[in-house]
């Protein structure tokens, strides 16, 4: 299946004008992904094995993936820069962050691919809580990974609305570190601290179909716009030693995308199979479709944020 993205060409001429690259090319390629639909990509493409299929028709031989499934893209960065992982699923303000501290080294990390568009929400089960104004030093809002998430920096900036740029750090001691599902459980179990989740989907649909949860605020409503749910990085170092491989790589990626598309019913039943969720069909569906939910490699919508971020000095440099 042909392409239609640029980057793998690119690197396929790469190969042609470096030959001795391509001979030293890796046998392993290893994957991370994190919880939910957002991950529904890699998901097939693990599932159907896309990574292989194409690192075959291209001349590759058999390639191992390994795949890992992690909590929070803060662990995946430090997988990245150890060595011991070669692509990940990168918020907008971990790939920023990453690439600004390792801007100009052997390991810089740079985005290979948009993903997907998945609007993120924080929702609450205490009937005080209208809004972010209402919150206080006893609330805990559950987030991916506390001050370095994509949830944390959107509080962070909704608070320097709110409070003034000097304040942008108010909700930060409000706000722990837990995976999705397990915070989805801790909030619907009604009781225990955390009354908060910074939720995606499929999480986010799950929870407010539940009697007296409600939603404070969106990240649509944060940035004023969409802005790409994950980025797919890999280092320099990865990119330069294996041009062949990356170009496989993003081609799966593009034909599990195009999947994706074509048929999201097989697609739902494909993410209920693997995750093992217990949602019908028509549900998962229903939250593939709803509007401003989009599976594309095209990245748009990520420069508010990272502006914010240079302007309180989380990063150094403005891509």
């Not at 962050?97 to 998945?118: C, D, M, P, Q, Y």
């Not at 995750?275 to 599976?295: A, C, F």
């Amino acid at each position: 299946m042909k392409s239609s993205l640029k980057l793998p060409l690119i690197a396929v001429a790469l190969v042609a004008a470096c030959p001795a690259a391509a001979q030293a090319e890796t046998g392993e390629v290893r994957v991370a992904k994190q919880y939910g639909l957002g991950y529904l990509q890699m998901m097939l493409m693990e599932d159907q094995k896309l990574v292989e299929k194409h690192a075959k028709a291209a001349g590759l031989g058999d390639i191992k993936v390994n795949w890992s499934t992690f909590r929070s893209s803060d662990v995946m960065k430090d997988a990245l820069l150890s060595g011991n992982l070669d692509f990940a699923c990168l918020g907008t303000n971990g790939l920023a962050t990453i690439w600004s501290k390792t801007r100009g080294t052997s390991v810089e990390v740079k985005a290979a691919s948009g993903f997907n568009f998945l609007p993120l929400a924080l929702v609450t089960r205490d009937p005080n809580i209208k809004s972010l104004s209402d919150y206080t030093e006893k609330h805990r809002i559950a987030v991916p990974a506390v001050k370095v998430s994509n949830q944390a920096i959107l509080l962070q900036m909704e608070a320097a609305k709110l409070y003034g740029q000097v304040n942008y750090t108010k909700f930060d001691p409000l706000t722990v570190t837990m995976a999705h599902p397990d915070a989805m459980t801790a909030l619907l179990s009604g009781a225990g601290e955390i009354s908060s989740h910074f939720a995606s989907a499929p999480f986010l649909q799950k929870e407010l179909e539940k009697p007296g949860i409600r939603k404070i605020i969106t990240s649509t409503e944060i940035l004023g716009g969409p802005i790409s749910f994950n980025l797919i990085a890999t280092t320099t170092k990865f990119y330069t030693a294996n041009p062949k491989t990356y170009a496989v790589f993003l081609s799966a990626l593009q034909e599990a995308t195009d999947i994706i598309n074509k048929d999201k019913r097989a697609a739902a039943e494909l993410y209920i199979r693997v995750t093992k969720d217990r949602s019908p069909v028509d549900e998962i569906l229903k939250i593939m479709n709803h509007p401003g939910n989009e599976y594309s490699l095209i990245p748009k919508g990520n420069m508010p944020m990272v502006e914010f971020m240079h302007k309180i000095g989380s990063i150094k440099v403005k891509p």
